[in-house]
DNA sequence: TCTTGCATACATGCAGCCTGTATGTTAGAG
DNA sequence: CTCTAACATACAGGCTGCATGTATGCAAGA
């Protein structure tokens, strides 16, 4: 019974743990970081805030893990679509990750939380961090290997990619109506890419 | 004397706001808009907060003033640096309009106002809204000036600004040792533009 | 010109909320 | 049976926004 016994353990303090990022995540998309209370989220996941301040060190480090797991499921996305075809291309590849970049875009508490409240919530350096080993890495890998295939130039990975990213994520803010103005504009200076 | 005493309460009015916006401005600069407190600004700029709520509706609303300022501020740099030349034509102004931009947000703090804690602060829409009648109004014409001048392709104005101006945005994000390796990125990027 | 009444620029005080921590309490694990 | 971990409860401090007080211009009439 070790084992299920220390299951039972573990097993509940994940599930609070994931009923507290949950109701945060939600409360966190449709009000923000700031007009989001402890008290609010607590009640949201059925516990008190005692519970909250067991498991996180204060509101900014359940707002921390939120946007991990939102990054998370973003590269994530990014990569299936990016892997998809047997043998795609590099630019192929980027292309369709960066699609799935805009279509996971689409949810509006995703923006919120990714790219208006987490880069004043947790600062600029440490968002970068996150981003650096998450959709920023695929984006890196996908140029990379466009690099080496000789389809795009030679130029520095990280910057360029930091740029585009940072394309993506304006383009992503965009209603639906305007987004093939998005789009078109977006082709033009990735087109200043090839070689 | 009816305009001397006139004159002699609004200027006290507007000292007073002064000194209130130029502390605010100082503490949110070097601290966020989070961490700073209305004590303190008020403190800082030797009032009390009934002063402060006095000439601003909330906290909000003060900030909302210093991101204005340091708009304008921008705005009026780039216009000066793009219309130096007699006859620079529009590619050249927009180069001497972009490195504006970057001089000018070599100031961390503005940096942090503008590119940080505003769209957190203020939402995303609404500070789109001030970009759209400064910075991102100065970009807006540069490049239509160069559409103009078949210069660089047709494309959409706004979307194409929008995402131009995300990347000198996050080039500014930029320390000093890198930015040589965004100026590399983002000349490539924007010869897509070209006709 | 004097004073009188009002509006405006502030100061002070108060109520409510929120965050983070310190201190209980209960239940599982060894 | 003890001990530790997962919570709940209670508390202290600070902050925001408003409501109320006060004093100083300021304009108009006697």
Redesign the interface.
């Known amino acids: 019974m070790q084992e299920a016994n220390r299951r039972s353990q573990s097993t509940r303090r994940e599930a609070t743990k994931a009923r507290l990022v949950s109701a945060a995540r939600r409360l966190f998309a449709e009000k923000?970081?700031?007009a989001t209370s402890t008290p609010e989220v607590a009640a949201a996941a059925g516990v008190t805030r005692g519970a909250l301040y067991h498991h996180f060190a204060d509101k900014t480090a359940l707002f921390r893990t939120v946007v991990e797991e939102e990054h998370l499921i973003l590269a994530m996305s990014i990569e299936a679509a990016a892997g998809t075809d047997e043998e795609p291309g590099p630019v192929k590849a980027l292309l369709q990750g960066g699609d799935a970049f805009l279509t996971a875009m689409q949810d509006p508490g995703r923006r919120r939380i990714l790219?208006?409240?987490a880069?004043?919530?947790l600062?600029?350096d440490e968002l970068d961090a996150i981003d650096a080993r998450h959709s920023l890495r695929t984006l890196i890998e996908g140029l990379g290997a466009a690099m080496d295939a000789k389809a795009i130039?030679d130029?520095?990975l990280?910057?360029?990619a930091?740029?585009?990213?940072?394309?993506f994520?304006?383009?992503a803010?965009?209603d639906e109506a305007?987004m093939p103005?998005?789009r078109?504009?977006?082709r033009?200076?990735?087109?200043?890419?090839?070689t």
Chains 1, 2 share one sequence.
Do not use: H, I, N, Q
Not at 162 to 167: C, K, S, T, W, Y
Not at 188 to 194: E, F, Q, T
């Open positions: 923000g970081f700031a790219l208006v409240d880069p004043a919530v600062g600029r130039r130029l520095p990280e910057p360029l930091r740029l585009v990213g940072a394309m994520d304006r383009a803010m965009a305007t103005d998005y078109k504009a977006m033009a200076l990735v087109r200043g890419l090839k």
